[in-house]
């Protein structure tokens, strides 16, 4: 995932496969609400809370079906 991808996606809903810095994979779905070059900030409905996330450990994503 780029920073260009994630800024394109800011205000939407994506599903995405994360890598904690401990090494669990998890499976997210956050509404995309800042991005810097580093990192993405969303809502994360798992954890219900604002998150932050660093875009090098994403994974995988795609647009949320609602």
Known sequence: MTF???ER???RIVDIIYCSA???FTQRR???VGVTKQQLYGYCY???QSRT???DRVLAWQPASV
């Open 30 to 32: 956050i509404k995309v």
């Open 53 to 55: 996330f660093l875009i």
């Open 22 to 24: 401990n090494g669990e």
């Open 9 to 11: 996606n800011k205000d």
């Open 46 to 48: 798992l954890r219900r």
């Open 4 to 6: 260009e991808q994630v």
